[in-house]
């Protein structure tokens, strides 16, 4: 047997059969994958792999099939080998989206091992997400009360250092889970309700690099479930007691050394210490903006006629970059690294910041632009304009009364939360209120989208040589996975991000097609 039928006999076996159970709990997370299309090169060619995972729901009416011909066709003509599978999953009461996350990803470790040249994964509906918890030792200095609304309660007005330790959802949809084949995550994952316990200590002679007691802490917990805990916060928390053996303050030791739990031994070689992804990964989920199947049948049957037309050339798109930006700077100067061509170019009224309102907005949609950028204050839900949020009705109402619809968009959407599924934190994900009317999601499929960029955090960066790799001809996957190699260089995490904003690639994650790449015209 050949190389190429090796590879094709073993994908074949991976790909088609039944049940499952990869954690031997009785209850399978992955109940088949079966082959829908495939297309493309050999693997003897070295041509790259890309599958795409199609949710069964979808498949259960005709509309998909031939658009997924279609956009398998495209794919093959650019070069890529592609398999379309259609994936059926566990849909129990159980909250365990990260079980069955786990599930998905050894089927992409499998694919990797046995084809080196596979290069990712687009999920098409609806697909389980990670729950990124984390936690790190934050050195701060501010105003502080401790024991708040206790006999105890002590208040510092003026600024004082203290250690603050507490776990918080930094990313309530992080790709990189799927995407990281090497890294530790199943030893990271929690499936039922648990609490984190959380621990304020002040010292207002500074914060000792090795710990200390004090009198003045607060104690407390968090409650998560069905989450992957980044514990970049190990803190050693020992009672101090009087003569009576009352409780007179805490001795707290940072242990900031045992951390990185999830980064593979290369990553743990890199200056900064974070896990990386050694393939794409973007999803392509229209439901919670739909109004129901039909519609959401129909607006992915748009995209991927939009995807079509781009790719070949048919959609005559304005070959220019847009920033929209509301009480933020703006991304203009950003977005013009994307191509050599716009460095000199007149943004005129395709750059609007200050305080925009809807209808500056709605004029900057009725611009085509084939790389905009949004910049605002945001939630899950959309982005805060003057009087105003630019949110899914929003969008839908600018689809219906034709300004959007007629062009074809890359993002980079920096709003806060933009990519975050609404209810991630206690329903799961085929849960009709999950990911309900989010407003990045609105923007993309409302918005001509292609391929969008957009955060799960609340935090304020920028994904780092995302719009370079843009102009250096790579596609939407390739310039993510660049950000972590970039922030990975870094001499420490103190330079990109500092104790809280460590990791900050982690909040990063794509909608759309990773495939795709910007086109000069």
């Known amino acids: 047997m050949d190389a190429r039928s090796q590879v094709a006999a073993l994908l074949t076996a991976l790909a088609i059969g039944g049940e499952r159970d990869h954690d031997g709990d009785g209850e399978a997370e992955i109940a088949s994958l079966s082959l829908v299309v495939e297309a493309g090169a050999s693997a003897d060619a070295g041509a790259p792999a890309v599958l795409v995972w199609v949710e069964d729901r979808l498949l259960e009416r005709d509309e998909l099939g031939p658009v997924l011909e279609m956009y398998a066709a495209d794919l093959a003509a650019e070069g890529w080998r592609v398999r379309v599978e259609r994936a059926s999953l566990h849909r129990g009461d159980r909250h365990q989206d990260g079980r069955t996350l786990l599930a998905l990803r050894e089927e992409l470790r499998a694919r990797a091992a046995a084809d080196p040249a596979f290069a990712g994964v687009v999920l098409v509906g609806a697909f389980p997400e990670a729950y990124l918890v984390r936690n790190v030792n934050w050195r701060k200095k501010t105003p502080l009360t401790v024991r708040r609304g206790t006999p105890n309660e002590k208040t510092f007005r003026d600024a004082v250092p203290y250690l603050r330790t507490v776990p918080e959802g930094v990313a309530h949809t992080c790709d990189l889970v799927l995407a990281d084949l090497d890294g530790r995550w199943g030893e990271l994952y929690a499936q039922p309700r648990e ?22 802490f607060d104690r407390g917990h968090v409650t998560f479930e069905d989450f992957f805990h980044v514990n970049d916060g190990h803190l050693d928390v020992r009672e101090v007691l009087g003569d009576d053996d009352a409780l007179t303050g805490l001795h707290v030791i940072p242990r900031d050394g045992d951390s990185d739990g999830e980064c593979a031994p290369a990553d743990l070689e890199r200056p900064n210490r974070i896990a990386r992804p050694e393939i794409s990964v973007s999803r392509i989920n229209a439901r919670g903006v739909a109004d129901d199947l039909e519609h959401e049948l129909a607006l992915l049957t748009a995209y991927f006629a939009r995807n079509h037309a781009y790719r070949t050339g048919a959609h005559d798109v304005p070959h220019r970059p847009a920033s929209l930006a509301h009480d933020l700077r703006s991304g203009y100067g950003v977005v013009t690294r994307a191509s050599s061509r716009w460095e000199d170019a007149d943004p005129g009224s395709l750059d609007i910041h200050g ?22 204050h945001s939630d899950r839900w959309g982005s805060q304009l003057e009087k105003g949020k630019l949110d899914a009705k929003v969008m839908r109402r600018l689809f219906d009364d034709g300004v959007t619809g007629n062009g074809a968009s890359f993002y980079l959407h920096t709003g806060c939360e933009a990519i975050s599924p609404a209810h991630a934190e206690r ?8 990911g309900r009317a989010n407003g990045a999601a609105a923007t993309f499929f409302f918005g001509d989208g292609l391929a969008l960029i957009g955060r799960a955090k609340v935090f304020y960066d920028e994904p780092p ?19 972590f190699e970039i922030e990975s260089k870094a001499a420490s995490w103190r330079e990109v991000g500092g104790d809280i904003g460590r990791k900050r690639t982690y909040f990063w994650s794509l909608l759309g097609d990773w495939t795709l790449r910007l086109r000069a015209p």
């Open 355 to 376: 305080k925009p309102t809807l209808d500056d907005a709605r004029d900057w949609f009725a611009r085509p632009a084939v790389l905009r950028t949004i910049r605002a």
């Open 195 to 216: 609490r984190l316990p959380t621990v304020t200590a002040v010292f207002p002679g500074g914060v000792p690099d090795r710990g200390g007691i004090t009198p003045d």
């Open 465 to 483: 040589g995302f719009c370079e790799a843009l102009a250096a001809g790579k596609t939407v996957g390739d310039a993510w996975r660049g950000t």
């Open 427 to 434: 329903r799961p994900w085929h849960h009709s209120d999950y």
